[in-house]
């Protein structure tokens, strides 16, 4: 079983490798849109590095739940609704959602993601 | 000047990998302007072979219905140079593909030695980029013969790649239709 420690640094150097940032940029806190430049197409090699370094397989719904966040029966003037946080947490057990939560604007769901997320979504894979 | 980086295929087996070959003229238009008195390849268009050998074998997986764009070079290394009669191969291999994107892990040989490595991301465009296809379908299928690509295509059971019937009827109707 993989440490904590361990699962970053591989994660970092999977983010380094696809977004070509330094070592140094990719701390705990970091978001991978807002700090780090991830842009859509970037996810894709993202999570691809990240199969590969890991030995898991990513199925794209259990990191990009897009089907919820444009559910129509989920979403209201923009904003998730309580029934679709509900669904959003039983879908992302490992992201921090509480920030957004207060503010669940669909827009600004592409920028929760951060490098300390992904690193406990890979924990979450590999036990 | 015609954009077509490669001049045929080696091998094309659908979904999985395909080797196409590029001979370097000095009779090539970017060998006079790209470091005069130093004539070689340059390594961009290098990489612009490899995106139309991995685009290809991308663009194949759905009968090439699909808009397929480079959205970006993860990783271009090169060891050396290839000059005039040289002989590349570019080997592109399609290691994951999703509905929005594929991701190609590619090798080149200069005269059968190792030259280089990239890795290329693709993005598949969705129906917001529009209904029409971005190569008008006869032509695409004349530019395809040319590479012999249907002459090496295989599918991963070894049986002979067929072009698409869609494909076909446009080149038919193409070819039966008088100019204007």
Not at chain 1, 77 to 104: C, H, M, Y
Not at chain 2, 17 to 36: M, R
Request: aromatic content about 8%; some cysteine.
């Amino acid at each position: 079983m993989a440490s904590s420690e361990e699962v970053f640094e591989k994660v970092q150097e999977a983010l380094v490798d696809a977004l070509g940032v330094d070592d140094d940029e990719v701390t705990r806190e970091a978001t991978m849109v807002g700090d780090l430049g991830a842009e859509s197409i970037d996810f894709l090699d993202i999570v691809f590095k990240l199969e590969k370094a890991f030995d898991i397989n990513i199925p794209r719904e259990e990191l990009f739940p897009d089907d919820i966040l444009t559910n129509a029966d989920l979403v209201q003037d923009g904003k998730v609704t309580a029934d679709g946080i509900s669904q959003l947490k039983e879908r992302l057990p490992w992201a921090n959602l509480s920030k957004f939560e207060g503010n669940p604007r669909v827009q600004d769901f592409g920028n929760l993601l951060t490098v300390n997320d992904l690193c406990s979504y890979v924990q979450s894979k590999i036990g | 000047m015609r954009w077509y980086w490669l001049d045929r295929f080696e091998k094309f087996v659908a979904g999985e990998e395909a080797i196409s070959l590029k001979n370097v003229t000095l009779a090539e238009e970017p060998l006079d302007d790209y470091l005069p008195g130093y004539a070689h390849y340059p390594h961009s268009l290098i990489i612009e072979g490899m995106a139309q050998t991995g685009g290809i074998l991308l663009s194949q997986t759905n009968d090439f219905r699909d808009k397929i764009v480079l959205a970006k070079v993860s990783k271009a290394e090169f060891d050396c140079i290839a000059r005039p009669g040289d002989t590349i191969r570019l080997r592109a291999v399609l290691v994951n593909r999703q509905a929005d994107g594929a991701i190609v892990e590619g090798s080149i040989e200069v005269n059968d030695e190792p030259q280089g490595r990239m890795e290329l991301t693709f993005a598949i465009l969705d129906e917001s980029y529009g209904s029409e296809p971005f190569f008008i379908p006869s032509d695409f299928c004349r530019v395809l013969r040319g590479l012999c690509l249907f002459d090496v295509g295989v599918n991963p059971d070894g049986s002979p790649l067929q072009i698409p019937e869609e494909m076909l009827a446009a080149e038919i109707d193409a070819l039966t239709t008088p100019c204007e």
